[in-house]
């Protein structure tokens, strides 16, 4: 089975720009989550998918916007791209959102270069 | 707010040494915790789950504890192998209903052969 998939997988923008980022989930798993992780810290959580429907928001500027289409899969949307945006952007999925069953699994996230 | 410290930030060992990373965090207040690898530029590959409830889970040559009350996860690698070199995170878990993880800095660890 396929895991977690992100595209693009790298790619280079200029400040102001805006980008999209597109994941799909594990087969079967309703809910997607986004984190953005800089050089050399841990992952920052900004948005929350499940069923379509946004379910969390993290400390992030309303630039960042996401969505959730119906079979599952989900893009992340950045405007007027700054400098500090540089970073892994981390896709997530799980079966459904109660800790019992709510292990994480990710992709191997899209490398954003803003110059 | 939570926040998720791991000791050391970098770690050097020879091969076949045991070695135990650190995960504190501050509100004891968790659903569970998981325990990741990072390989450079990569994404993240999920090691341990434990629940809140739970004491400890093993994985291999892996093991991870939770002390709910003190704040505090080790994860316990046995038998350290060249290929164990990667980043280690810890994540946290707050929300009964979500999937917001709080996550350490990570632990960089190179095993030499």
């Known amino acids: 089975d396929a895991g977690v998939t992100q595209s693009p997988t790298h790619l280079i923008k200029t400040r102001g720009q805006q980008v999209t980022l597109r994941c799909s989930p594990i087969?079967?798993?309703?809910?997607v989550s986004w984190y953005q992780q800089v050089l050399g810290q841990g992952p920052q959580f900004i948005f929350q998918?499940?069923?379509?429907?946004?379910?969390g928001r993290g400390n992030f500027p309303d630039r960042f916007s996401a969505r959730q289409f119906p079979n599952y899969s989900s893009e992340l949307n950045v405007n007027a791209l700054l400098l500090g945006d540089s970073a892994l952007y981390l896709c997530?999925?799980?079966?459904?959102?109660?800790?019992?069953?709510?292990?994480?699994?990710f992709g191997e996230g899209s490398r954003l270069t803003v110059l | 707010k939570q926040e998720v410290t791991q000791i050391p930030a970098a770690l050097s060992v020879p091969e076949g040494e045991n070695l135990v990373l650190n995960c504190s965090f501050t509100?004891?207040?968790?659903?569970?915790l998981q325990w990741f690898r990072q390989d450079p530029g990569k994404g993240l590959t999920s090691l341990l789950l434990?629940?809140?409830?739970?004491r400890e889970q093993t994985s291999g040559r892996l093991n991870a504890s939770l002390d709910k009350s003190s704040g505090r996860s080790t994860l316990y690698i046995a038998a350290s192998q060249p290929g164990d070199s990667a980043t280690y995170l810890c994540?946290?878990?707050?929300?009964?209903?979500?999937?917001?993880?709080?996550f350490g800095a990570g632990t960089i660890l190179r095993v030499k052969s």
């Open positions: 994540a946290v878990r707050m929300e009964e209903y979500g999937n917001k993880l709080v």
């Open positions: 509100d004891s207040a968790i659903y569970n």
């Open positions: 087969s079967g798993h309703k809910s």
């Open positions: 997530a999925s799980s079966l459904f959102l109660t800790p019992n069953t709510g292990e994480l699994f």
């Open positions: 434990i629940q809140s409830s739970q």
């Open positions: 998918y499940y069923e379509k429907e946004e379910r």
